[in-house]
């Protein structure tokens, strides 16, 4: 019985897997801070590779105050003692309130991502440097955030690029609640109808105002 390699879930994704919305912006709207993050479908395809198309499952249930909880399991192979190989379903749970839009579907892509962090899948995205990427007039990034080297899998380092070891830390507590969805910002993420403003003071440090409706 083939046992996977579970620290192959952590892995880095290739950049074309990584996708990116603003967080906070400047008051011009001019830039924004660029957040990471990787879809479910990025999430069930390392699962498949990792772990194979039959050695993961997923199931979803009300969270206690609403929106939805995600629990992904995944059977993990040990020795009996005896030498005999025994199999069993270890889970992992975490949970993500209804969206705005497709408020189902978006609830139960994004307790599937949380729950993926649990288990290491995307949670390097947090600890990517921050980064202030110019808009375009649709509020969109004009152009692509810049993954540092050691963020990257190996087949997508420049030619002759040193690699080096991405910072050990475990995401916070606050980040491991809004998982592979978007890389930690230094404050709070607005709130539906709010615009983080964000303004440079006197001395070129970025001061942040409250949010405003």
Not at 33 to 48: F, K, N, T
Not at 123 to 132: E, F, H, I, K, S
Not at 140 to 169: D, H, N, S, W
Request: proline letters at 11%.
């Amino acid at each position: 019985m083939t046992r996977p390699d579970l620290r192959l879930l952590a892995a880095p994704f290739p950049p074309d897997d990584v996708e990116w919305k603003p967080g906070a912006t400047t008051r011009d709207k001019a830039k924004g801070l660029a957040m990471a993050y990787i879809s479910s479908r990025a999430v069930q395809d390392r699962l498949d590779e990792v772990c194979g198309p039959d050695g993961w499952r997923n199931e979803f249930k009300p969270a206690p105050e609403g929106g939805v909880l995600c629990g992904i399991s995944i059977r993990v192979t040990h020795d009996d003692g005896g030498g005999q190989p025994v199999s069993e379903w270890i889970t992992k749970w975490d949970g993500a309130e209804n969206t705005d839009v497709e408020a189902v579907k978006g609830g139960l892509s994004g307790a599937m991502k949380r729950a993926a962090v649990q288990w290491g899948i995307g949670r390097y995205l947090y600890r990517l440097p921050q980064q202030w990427v110019r808009l375009d007039e649709r509020g969109r990034f004009a152009e692509t955030p810049r993954i540092p080297p050691e963020f990257l899998p190996a087949e997508f380092l420049p030619e002759g690029t040193q690699r080096k070891a991405p910072p050990a830390r475990s995401a916070p507590a606050s980040a491991r609640s809004a998982p592979a969805e978007a890389a930690r910002p230094t404050s709070p993420a607005p709130r539906a109808g709010e615009t983080r403003i964000v303004r440079p003071a006197a001395n070129g440090q970025e001061r942040r105002t409250r949010p405003s409706r």
